[in-house]
């Protein structure tokens, strides 16, 4: 099985910074990676897929990067509702897994 | 625009088999362009692949809770469900449903979830 590890777990940030959450694949998943958003007692949001495709609707300030075994999330440029946890899932095989979550606080 | 809602018991006795399903709304769950499939989250923790489905006879599930779980579909009620037997306090969490999308690329075909039912949570207790 694929462990995923992101880092931080969490992060402390105010409005307008930029900021940059890692995930790691125990071996390589080539651009299978996807990350999520997820609010409080809501389901998880898609934001990237294949490692670095936007998804339809989602603001420009998302972007993804990397392959193989490194990946990275960044926020251009924080706005309040982004205040959230991320969660970054390997698509490369079954079965499935996802990062433990990024906590982004103010 | 698909819809996914989760409906089903909120509280299962230890031992006893969790069942639960996923109406599909605004698609048809018989297309055969996706994979059905369900995940969770304990309280405060992170996200579990639980399995998925793509036709009646192709589902695939985590090896950690493949002895317990099976997946089906019901097309004619446009509807996935699971069971999950034998469950302990370990399986209390927010059960989500989800649609696996997917692209054909010439780097090979990407998977995704979404969208997502609103989850619905299951608490093991006597």
């Known amino acids: 099985d694929i462990q995923m590890t992101q880092s931080p777990s969490s992060l402390s940030a105010s409005v307008g910074d930029r900021v940059t959450i890692t995930c790691r694949a125990s071996?390589?998943?080539?651009?299978?990676l996807n990350w999520y958003l997820q609010k409080p007692g809501k389901a998880p949001k898609l934001l990237i897929y294949a490692a670095s495709s936007l998804q339809s609707g989602v603001p420009s300030r998302f972007s993804g990067s990397g392959s193989g075994t490194d990946f990275t999330l960044t926020i251009s440029s924080l706005q309040p509702e982004d205040f959230a946890t991320y969660y970054c899932q390997q698509s490369y095989s079954t079965p499935y897994s996802f990062g433990q979550g990024t906590k982004l606080e103010i | 625009q698909v819809q996914l809602q989760e409906s089903g018991p909120g509280l299962v006795k230890p031992s006893q088999t969790l069942s639960l399903t996923c109406t599909v709304s605004?698609?048809?769950?018989?297309?055969?362009?996706?994979?059905w499939n369900w995940i969770r989250q304990p309280a405060g923790k992170g996200l579990e692949w639980i399995g998925r489905i793509y036709t009646s006879d192709s589902a695939n599930y985590s090896p950690s809770l493949r002895s317990r779980v099976t997946i089906s579909l019901d097309t004619s009620k446009n509807q996935f469900s699971l069971r999950l037997s034998s469950v302990t306090a370990a399986d209390t969490a927010v059960y989500y449903c989800?649609?696996?999308?997917?692209?054909?690329?010439?780097?090979?075909?990407?998977?995704?979830?979404?969208?997502w039912g609103q989850g619905t949570l299951v608490t093991v207790s006597s």
């Open positions: 605004g698609g048809s769950i018989n297309s055969g362009d996706y994979y």
């Open positions: 071996q390589s998943i080539s651009s299978y």
């Open positions: 989800a649609r696996e999308g997917r692209i054909l690329t010439v780097g090979g075909v990407y998977n995704w979830f979404d969208p």
